[in-house]
DNA sequence: TAGCGTTTTGCAATCGTTTCCAGTCTATTG
DNA sequence: CAATAGACTGGAAACGATTGCAAAACGCTA
C-alpha cells in the first residue's frame, strides 16, 4: 500500500532500526545517516503509520472531547478551541456527542478509551464517576464547565457564582426588585451555582428571595417558554427576567415576542453566555458572558500539562474558575414603576 | 495494561487464534467453545484493541469529517446528524476544522490518511482536488456543499440553483423588482449556482439585472455589512435583499439596524439556510432552507455504501441533489412604491 | 474397526513500528 | 600497537490482533 520504514530502510541500505533511529530524532543515529536518511524518506513520500507506532508505543496522537452537542454557542466555541490547539500540536480530535445523557457518556467513554485516546476532555453528566475515575488511572482526563461530583479529576469551571451574582446585581443596580430567574437544573453545578449567585446579590441587596420568582428546569428552549410563561401570569410579574439557562433562552424570547412584549421596555432580559447573534438582536442582548474561549484553553492547557508530566504519580489535582464577565448591551434598563392600564389609558388620551 | 485476547485465551484455555475466532463471530468456532469463550471474555471484561485490529486489517473504525467551522450553522447540524449516524454504527468521528483554507485542508487530509480512517466526509475548497483524488484510491470519499471541480467524486450537493430561484421569485411575486442579492464567491459552487438562480428567476420575470445589485464576497460577517451598505447606498436602493450567503447574514442585519430600517417595512430581508433563532427574531426571519439534516444523512449513506461496498472497481460516482424549501416568516412583505422624503413630511403634516 | 469428509483447533506469520541487546567500527589512550 | 571506551548499527522481540495452513478431533458409513 503505502511506503513503509521498511521501504525508506532498504533504499538507504540500512536496517529497519537505523532508519526508525534517524527519522525518530533524539540523535540516536549519527548526524550523517539521520540526514540521509530524511532526505530519502522525503523523496519516497514516507509517512508513518501512526496506528502501528500506537500498537508498540500505546499512544495515539488522539485526544477526545466529550461534550453534549453542538448547538450550545459555548460547546462550539469549545470545539473549534480544542480542535485547534490540538491540531498545532499533531494530536487530532476525537469529538462525541452524548447529549447529557449518562448511558451515551458511558459508552462513549468506553469507546475513546477502547481508542486509547492519549487524553481526555469531558463535560461529565455526573453520573459516571465511578468510571471516570477508574479511566483517570490509564490516561489524563480534565473536566469542564461541570464537575463531577464522584470523582477527583482536575476540572475547569465557569464561575457561575460571580456570573449570577455580577449579572443580578446589575440588574438590582438598575432599580429592578422582582427579578425572575430561569435557571438550570439544581443537580447540576451550574444550575446551583447560578442560582447562589442571584440569591446571594438579592440577600445583599435586602431584597427577600421570592420562590415564585425561580424557575429551575431542563436545558431546553421549552424550558424557557413555559418558564417564562409562568412569570408572567404572575399576578405581580417581575420586571426583569434573568435567564441563566442558556437553552432556554430561545424558548423565553419566543413568549416575549408572542405577547408582544417590548424589551427593554416593558421587560428587561439578561442572558448567560453569548451567542453570535445576540449583538445583532434588536434590542442587543446584554449577557453574562462565562468565557467559553477561556475555558476551553485553560481546559487544554490543564490537558497538555498532565500528559506532558506522564502520569507522575497522583500530582496535585486543582478545580480552576474562569471568571464572568457582564456585557451590557440594550436589553435592560432602569426600572420604572408600571402604570396602571386606567391610568395609562386616559394619560394616552390627555 | 488492560485485558488482552492473550488473557481470554489462557482463561479458556483454547489459543489465541481459537479465541480471536470465537469472538470474532463468523460461525469459525464451534458453538459451544463461542458460548464460552463469550462469556469468559464478559467475565474478564475484555475490550478488543482497535488499534491492534487496525493495524492487521487496515481499518480504524474512525470516519473523517473535515468541514469549514462550526460557526455556520449548516456545518454544526451537519457534524451532529454524522456523529450520531456513526456512532450508532460504532464509528467514531474525527472531526477537523479546516476553515475553507488549502493549506490546512491539505494537511488535514495528509493526518486524516495517517490514521487511516475508512471513510471521510469532506466539504472541499476546490483547492486540492488532486490530493483529493489520490487519497479516493485508498478510502471512500464523499464531497459535501461544495463539489471539487479537479475530482470525479461522489458528491452530495444543496440544490443551490433551485433554491436561489424559488426564493427569489417569492420576492418577485411579493412585487419586489429591484432584488439585492449577497452571495458567495464565484469560485464556490455555491457562489456560482445561487447566483445563476437569482438570475434565472430575474430572467423569467422579465425583469433585467442590474449589476450594482450584485454583491459577491467572502463568507465572513463583514461581506454582509460591507455589501448592505453599498445596497442601501445606492440612488435607487432596493426594496428587498436576498441574502443568500449564510455567514454574511449577521453583517447584513447589523447594518440595517444601525440604521433603524424596520423589516419588513422598509425593507423585506431573505435569508438562505435556517439557524435555530431565526425562527425567534423580531420579525421572523424568512428563508430558503438548504436542508442541511437531510444533506449530512444523504452523505452518510453514500458513505456507508461504499464503505460496504469496499473498492468494487470504479463503480458509478454520482452527484446528489437535496431540495431547498422556502420557509416564510414575517421578514418579507409585498412592495409598496415608496413615498418620496418631502411628499412623505408634507403627508405627516396633512 | 478402518476410511473418509467435515468441523474445530493450533501454529505461526503478519501488519509497521519501537526498542533492548549485542556486535561492529572508530578513535583515543597508555 | 594493543586495549578500551564510545558511538553507531543490526538483529530480533515485542505490541495485540487476524488469518492461511495443516493437524487433530469428530461423526459417519461400509
Partial sequence: MSVTLKDVAEAARVSISTA???????????????????????????RPNPIARGLKTGQSRLV??????????????????????LKALNYQMLLCLAGDDPQQEHDTLNTLADHRVDGLIVV????????????????????LVRRDNDTDLETVLADDPQGAYIGTRYLIELGH?????????????????????????????GIPLDETLVHAGHFEPETGSASCRKLLDLAEPPSAIFVANH????GALRVTAE???????????LCYEDMPWFAWHRPAISIVDNGARDLANLAVDRLLNRMDAK?????????????????K?????????????????SAAKA
Same sequence: chains 1, 2.
Fill in 20 to 46: 526508525s533511529r534517524a527519522l525518530g530524532g533524539g540523535g540516536l543515529a549519527s548526524e550523517r545517516t539521520q540526514q540521509r536518511l530524511i532526505r530519502i524518506a522525503r523523496e519516497l513520500g514516507y
Fill in 64 to 85: 477526545g472531547l466529550l461534550i453534549h452537542n453542538l448547538t450550545n454557542a459555548s460547546f462550539q466555541v469549545i470545539a473549534e478551541v480544542v480542535q485547534a490547539r
Fill in 124 to 143: 461529565p453528566t455526573g453520573r459516571n464517576g465511578a468510571q471516570l475515575t477508574a479511566l483517570a488511572d490509564k490516561l489524563p482526563i480534565v473536566c
Fill in 177 to 205: 426588585q422582582r427579578i425572575g430567574l430561569i435557571v438550570g437544573r439544581g443537580d447540576t453545578t451550574s444550575g446551583r451555582e447560578r442560582l447562589s449567585g442571584y440569591v446571594r446579590a438579592l440577600r445583599e441587596a
Fill in 247 to 250: 437553552e432556554a433562552t430561545l
Fill in 259 to 269: 405577547r408582544g412584549l417590548s424589551i427593554p421596555d416593558n421587560l428587561s432580559l
Fill in 311 to 327: 502520569g507522575q504519580g497522583a500530582d496535585g489535582v486543582r478545580e480552576y474558575r474562569v471568571g464572568a464577565r457582564l456585557i
Fill in 329 to 345: 448591551r440594550g436589553s435592560c434598563k432602569p426600572y420604572v414603576s408600571p402604570i396602571r392600564p386606567s391610568i395609562s389609558r
